[in-house]
């Protein structure tokens, strides 16, 4: 697709040269072309109001907004679905780090090679471009949409934003202490720095409560916060520590694969876990390292604090949010993900209103239907609605590493926002055989994704 | 097409399809088995001490293993409790269909495949298998008789070509081709039909290839003899879902 709006000449080379692409421009391989300047978005001046350096595009282009599971699935899985589609996918971070495997990676159970991947090598893989660059504004009308690195002019736009936290729901409304939990005690559910710095707190670990919580609310991995339990409490064994983790839980009974989890606690952890259920945090002391429940009081040395998770703040900015979700989730079709009245945006992966577990391959195999869905759609046809599959290994024990799993399916019950698991198979009997196949799993899905 | 006698369970699925596709074969697909390696060897199974292995030595149901039609490329070979049919027609999304000949040995029992999951090509291995049979069902899907990749959960039916029965897998498992020789109840291994994945498979798994079979071995092909062995004892864990 050419873009018409092309900048001048004058305005382009310092564009470049602002993108540092002088160099590349002067062989070539950028070519706009046209005289006028582009107009600003009304929000938006400057040298972001140049298109962004892309090859011209080569088909209806499918912008996709964040590089995570979603995002990723979808820049491979558009171009498999319909190969005239030309994707970029946009995403600020220089590196891909899973969250998927990366408590076994705490545990040492893996190396951090494993987990981290490279966005060139996506591209690469999928034929794709990749745009290292956040969305800043977005004109549907106009299908525009706004980077830091220039505006795109898109065919089908996907935002695949994944997840914010949202700290008012532990009763912390101030601003600076928001951001003294966020530095001192991140809860590690938004890869890579957060991850980073948990594997350092446990190196430095030296005795006393490891502060663990799962928050309410529908949230990221919902096994997550469990398998993180065992993990730290395997770890402080396996390192001889003279301390526990203590896992505050506002359900009553671990919310998933509860009878594997809880078999777990008492047989591989009894000395180095306190599971506390039914316990809703309502406010945090930083300065004296406390939290404070409907009922009781926990000191900690150390602690990773989970807040409810809301969809990423871009959603709700963008005017996408449903009205009433308490987690701003975007308003779309619940089957068919587009923003209700426009067929040309979709939202996907953690941001989507549907009760799904917010996890990987929730992500990965509903961005494979959103992406035939739209590939058919572009031919004029209809894409039957398939469920999404959670899958989900969880790591109970690291030495030796051993896994429970469950996998599962949903049924929409034909009417507004009714759904229901569906086929729901759950292995809660640990096994090394697990553990290894735990680890296959995010392995199959970085080589399909990374190639 | 279709062995109407020996067809089991499965048999009009199998000639259902195979009815079906009748136009594609008078369209020129009449070859009679669609090869996925040309110049596949003729490779001998033998056992561990070097001799030819006998097909009376596998017993019904055991999960075997040998490398080919490349020293790193693994094969499941099991005794099935009961003939499969004498042909079936394969077919995988986006791809030619394509003709399994069956099982071979006295009463067409011994079947054999490559252990690469045509999913996301996990495969079996010295350290750990994910591919492995049981008569027994799995707790995944409830499939019974049947080969369960536990790292994502495809199952494929041993008993007609290695086709899909669930989980996300688009493509039978390729198969490998044996020739039974009556007279010494021997097996040999003389080609694979079905979806061609040694290159994904190389290049996805080169790094941890080269260290299993070293620099030099691990794209070698299989020689005039094979080694085939009980998976249990070649593998040390056999991964269960």
């Known amino acids: 697709m050419e873009d018409p709006e092309g900048p001048s000449g004058a305005s382009r080379r310092e564009f470049l040269k602002l993108t540092g692409l002088g160099t590349l421009a002067a062989g070539g391989a950028l070519a706009t072309s046209s005289a006028e300047a582009a107009p600003a978005s009304p929000r938006l001046a400057g040298p972001l109001a140049q298109p962004a350096p892309l090859p011209k595009a080569k088909g209806p282009r499918c912008m996709i907004i ?20 030309d994707v970029v996918l946009v995403e600020p971070s220089s590196l891909f780090f899973s969250c998927p495997l990366s408590n076994l990676w705490l545990g040492e159970v893996i190396d951090l090679d494993l987990l981290t991947h490279s966005y060139v090598d996506a591209a690469r893989a999928g034929g794709y471009v990749w745009l290292q660059a956040m969305l800043a504004d977005l004109d549907r009308e106009k299908r525009r949409a706004w980077t830091t690195a220039g505006y795109v002019d898109y065919d089908y736009l996907f935002l695949a934003p994944g997840i914010d ?30 991850h980073l710095s948990i594997k350092r707190k446990l190196e430095d670990f030296e005795e006393g409560v490891f502060l663990l919580n799962v928050p309410p609310g529908n949230y990221r991995c919902y096994s997550g916060p469990y398998e993180r339990a065992c993990v730290i409490a395997g770890w402080l064994k396996r390192e001889g520590i003279a301390g526990k983790v203590v896992l505050l839980d506002p359900h009553e009974r671990p919310a998933i694969k509860a009878d594997g989890f809880l078999h777990a606690f ?102 494979q239907y959103v992406a035939r869905l739209v590939a058919a759609r572009e031919n004029g046809r209809d894409e039957p609605w398939v469920s999404p599959v959670t899958s989900c290994h969880s790591m109970v024990s690291i030495d030796p590493p051993m896994s429970i799993s469950i996998e599962s399916r949903y049924r929409h019950d034909g009417k507004g926002d009714g759904w229901d698991f569906a086929g729901v198979k759950l292995i809660e009997e640990p096994s090394e055989g697990l553990g290894k196949a735990n680890v296959e799993w995010g392995r199959g899905l970085y080589l399909d994704l990374f190639g | 097409m279709t062995d109407v006698n020996g067809g089991r369970r499965h048999f009009l699925k199998v000639c259902g399809k195979a009815a079906l596709s009748a136009p594609a074969v008078a369209a020129g697909l009449s070859a009679q088995y669609s090869w996925a390696m040309e110049d596949a060897p003729r490779t001998r199974l033998v056992d561990a001490s070097g001799a030819p292995l006998k097909a009376s030595a596998l017993k019904v149901h055991e999960n075997w293993t040998f490398q080919y039609p490349w020293l790193s490329v693994p094969v499941l070979m099991i005794r099935l409790d009961e003939p499969t049919v004498k042909q079936a027609l394969m077919y995988g999304k986006g791809a030619q269909p394509y003709y399994w000949p069956g099982g071979a040995g006295p009463d067409r029992t011994i079947v054999a495949y490559v252990a690469i999951c045509a999913h996301l090509l996990s495969y079996n291995a010295p350290d750990v298998s994910y591919l492995v049979y049981h008569k027994a069902r799995n707790r995944l899907t409830r499939h019974g008789r049947a080969i369960t990749c536990c790292a994502h959960g495809s199952v494929y039916d041993p ?8 989980g996300p897998a688009k493509h039978p498992l390729a198969a490998v081709v044996l020739e039974y020789d009556a007279q010494t109840d021997g097996l040999t291994a003389t080609g694979i039909v079905g979806t061609d994945l040694h290159r994904k498979f190389f290049r996805a798994h080169r790094r941890e290839l080269r260290k299993t079979y070293g620099r030099k071995d691990w794209r070698r092909r299989a020689g005039s003899t094979a080694v085939a062995m009980p998976l249990k004892e070649w593998t040390k864990l056999m991964v269960r879902c």
């Open chain 1, 266 to 367: 008492e047989t591989f952890h009894k000395d180095h876990l306190e599971y506390v259920p039914g316990t809703t945090i309502t406010g945090i002391d930083p300065e004296g390292r406390k939290v404070m429940t409907e009922f009781d009081e926990y000191d900690f040395a150390d602690a990773c604090i989970y807040p409810r998770v809301r969809a990423a703040r871009l959603i709700e900015r963008l005017g996408l949010a449903k009205r009433n979700s308490p987690q701003f989730e975007a308003d779309i079709d619940p089957l068919k993900y587009n923003v209700r009245g426009d067929e040309r945006v979709y939202v996907t992966g953690d941001a989507r209103p549907m009760p799904f577990s917010k996890s990987a391959n929730t992500a990965y195999t509903e961005a």
């Open chain 2, 159 to 166: 008993a007609v070509g290695g086709q899909v029965l669930a």
């Open chain 1, 165 to 194: 936290y949202h700290y008012p729901s532990l009763g912390v409304d101030d601003p600076e202490q928001q951001a003294m939990i966020a530095t001192h005690w991140p809860a590690g559910f938004r890869p890579g720095s957060e």
């Open chain 1, 66 to 85: 964040g590089g995570g599971w979603s995002g990723l699935t979808l820049a491979k899985y558009l171009r498999e679905a319909e190969p005239r589609f």
